[in-house]
């Protein structure tokens, strides 16, 4: 058929062309299929989840707040004094 195609026959031209693109157009879809599938696991593998983190929230502390309990309650500032500096540094200070 390839032959009779570079003889200029139009008829086995054009059936060589649309086998291929048949056949060119099923790969694809094969391909994009696979790639889907991957893409899914991928996604599945780096899901976090929202629930249940064994992480704890530490206080997140507002500064008018430590201003005014340094004015008001120096004692009990001084024995936070070291959660305060740690909050400072974590920027939990707002």
Known sequence: MFQSAQNYDFEASDELLSTFK????AKQVKVSQVENKA??????????????????????????????LRMQDPA????????????????RVK
Request: hydrophobic share 35%; aromatic share 8%.
């Open 76 to 91: 009990r500032y001084e024995a936070m004094s070291d959660e305060i500096y740690k909050a400072y540094a974590e920027d």
């Open 22 to 25: 048949e056949l060119r157009a």
């Open 39 to 68: 893409r899914d696991s991928a996604l599945q593998a780096a899901a976090v989840e929202t629930s249940g983190t064994s992480e704890t929230t530490r206080k997140i502390y507002r500064r008018a707040d430590l201003i005014r």
